[in-house]
């Protein structure tokens, strides 16, 4: 093994079920030792299947899958070394929580006064001191996978998998055991590559995050990177909110691009080598774009109506009709003095160049 390799690699790997329908397609990806990678996309992206592979529960269709720089090809899921966490919890109903958490360690044939001490080391780790004799069913939800993530921990493993381990959980617990999961990881400095569906889960717990897409990675970039840098449309859409408006691109300088939309010209910040004249969609997130009553103020401004507000507690959210669409949205804070805008009113909106990008269109 190369002790300077990526923890994990994905080399070239693919995968289907069928022989016309690629599940996961071209995928090569680096993880390092000690970081915390969330795979995340829409359901059926891909990305639970390529857990599986490294998992060892489904093989690769071509490609080759490395861990500490070898192969693992042939290896069963049980020689791997690996913990894998699951959404449905997965425990023994008939084992008490010490049972269930040894039944790993007496597998790996551990002697029984070791097999104690380590069972003792993963309640404390997730907080459970003094529920070892109790029985699954005796646990609420959230124990219940505080209990999974202690069993796929107690063997020490320095790589952890985690497959949608906190969708059944109400939003209270998941960002509970969100932080819980995080401070392990820190603690420990395990490898992690969880599966998720939830953007807002993704931003909170990762190192970096990789964004899937009908079986291949959009991008991977590090959670702040993603939201605010967006290499591709369907990236743009995809983490947090964006107003995407189709357009044409008129002339480029130093970065910076003029582009056409709706008969209105928008100034925003050039990606991926579009030439003049080729169709782009300008993103801009809801945050970013002000308000006012009063022109001349704000760069990229224009004319719009109000079509509606809504009360979100920390922020308004205002529908605004404008470049061709009744649905674009600025977020603004809820704050004394906010300007009392109403439906029906006309408003000056603007953003910076840079607050905006004109992405490839055939990306979306």
């Not at 002790?3 to 680096?30: C, F, M, Q, T």
Request: hydrophobic letters at 40%; aromatic letters at 6%.
């Amino acid at each position: 093994m190369n002790g300077d390799a990526p923890h994990i690699e994905y080399i070239g790997v693919r995968k289907r079920y069928d022989r016309s329908n690629w599940v996961v397609s071209d995928l090569d990806l680096s993880v390092e030792r000690g970081e915390f990678l969330t795979l995340l996309g829409p359901s059926g992206s891909g990305k639970t299947t390529c857990l599986m592979m490294l998992a060892g529960f489904e093989a690769p269709s071509a490609g080759e899958i490395r861990i500490k720089g070898a192969p693992v090809d042939g290896l069963p899921p049980d020689k791997r070394g690996i913990g894998v966490v699951f959404q449905n919890y997965a425990l023994f109903p008939h084992m008490t929580v010490g049972g269930n958490l040894a039944f790993p360690l007496e597998v790996r044939g551990m002697a029984a006064t070791e097999r104690r001490e380590r069972v003792e080391r993963a309640l404390a780790l997730v907080r459970m001191e003094g529920f070892g004799d109790r029985r699954p069913g005796q646990l609420s939800g959230g124990q219940q996978q505080r209990i999974a993530i202690a069993r796929a921990l107690v063997f020490e493993p320095d790589l952890v998998l985690m497959d949608e381990p906190l969708g059944a959980l109400d939003r209270r617990l998941r960002e509970e055991l969100q932080y819980e999961i995080r401070r392990i990881q820190r603690q420990l400095g395990v490898t992690v590559v969880y599966v998720t569906h939830d953007q807002q889960e993704a931003m909170a717990m990762s190192d970096r995050v990789a964004v899937f897409r009908a079986g291949r990675i959009e991008q991977v970039a590090a959670p702040e990177v993603l939201y605010e840098e967006p290499q591709r449309a369907f990236v743009a859409s995809f983490i947090g909110e964006n107003n995407l408006l189709p357009g044409r691109i008129l002339s480029i300088n130093k970065g910076v691009c003029a582009v056409e939309v709706d008969g209105r010209q928008i100034e925003a910040a050039h990606i991926g080598g579009l030439p003049v004249g080729a169709e782009a969609l300008v993103a801009i997130r809801p945050e970013r774009v002000r308000i006012t009553r009063e022109a001349g103020q704000l760069a990229n401004e224009h004319e719009a109506q109000v079509e509606d507000i809504s009360f979100l507690g920390d922020h308004l959210r205002v529908r605004l009709s404008l470049c061709g669409t009744s649905n674009f949205i600025a977020k603004i804070p809820n704050i004394i003095g906010h300007g009392g805008i109403l439906p029906g009113d006309t408003v000056q909106v603007g953003w910076a160049a840079l607050d905006c990008r004109a992405l490839d269109v055939e990306s979306n």
